[in-house]
């Protein structure tokens, strides 16, 4: 089975804390993903990466970074978390290139944040 | 510029009857089209896709969708509701090798 692991399903921070999320990928995909999840606006892109140390703002970048240092795994960090960061964050694998655009998205099961 | 729209937020059924999720893209380029499921609590699950083949694709749990170009819509259906279908729904476009764009979702709920 293809698979997409983040590394918590639920999460509880404090406000201002610095805070990673880890998704690590067994499919050799170049791309990575970080979405964010909120009821009512689906799902928005934070940032992705389609190589090693490369990457790419999405719709909402702000207050967060990211980390691709090996092709399986990326990392979304949150540098002083907040309260409007609460939310469900799913990370995302897929094969890159105009000859892969046939080709889904891999989801992880999604983390759960809340910071108090 | 891509965009897709679902055009129901939330939709309600009787278990055993049939489901229509609704969505519209608009697009420059010929697109892929994906509709994900999504339980609580869960990751997104692909159900099908279309991939410039055939225009109706079927895919699991006894869903299937249309493409229909002159319409830009790719409806997903199922004849007949089960509990278990109760569910977040999606309907993703990739137009360009990198990115997908996602509808604002549809929730399923199935009434016993």
């Known amino acids: 089975d293809v698979k997409v692991t983040q590394s918590s399903r639920y999460l509880v921070k404090r406000t201002g804390e610095k805070v990673f999320l880890e998704c690590v990928q067994d499919?050799?995909?170049?791309?990575m993903f970080w979405y964010r999840q909120d009821p009512g606006l689906g799902l928005r892109l934070i940032y992705f990466s389609y190589d090693v140390k490369m990457k790419e703002k999405g719709d909402i970048p702000e207050g967060y970074s990211v980390s691709r240092e090996k092709k399986e795994r990326f990392s979304l960090i949150l540098e002083s978390a907040s309260t409007n960061q609460t939310s469900m964050y799913l990370c995302?694998?897929?094969?890159?290139?105009?000859?892969?655009?046939?080709?889904?998205?891999?989801f992880g099961q999604g983390t759960r944040l809340t910071v108090v | 510029a891509q965009s897709v729209t679902q055009l129901d937020s939330h939709v309600s059924v009787s278990e055993g009857t049939p489901v229509l999720l609704r969505c519209n893209y608009s697009s420059s380029y010929s697109p892929s089209l994906f509709w994900y499921v999504q339980h609580p609590n869960k990751g997104l699950q692909l159900l099908l896709k279309y991939t410039s083949a055939a225009t109706l694709v079927k895919g699991i749990n006894g869903f299937e969708a249309e493409f229909k170009k002159s319409e830009t819509s790719f409806h997903l259906t199922k004849p007949s509701a089960h509990m278990s279908d109760a569910a977040e729904y999606f309907c993703v476009v990739r137009i360009t090798g990198n990115q997908f764009y996602f509808g604002t979702g549809t929730s399923l709920t199935v009434i016993p």
């Open positions: 995302a694998s897929s094969l890159s290139g105009t000859g892969a655009l046939n080709t889904e998205a891999f």
């Open positions: 499919m050799d995909h170049e791309n």
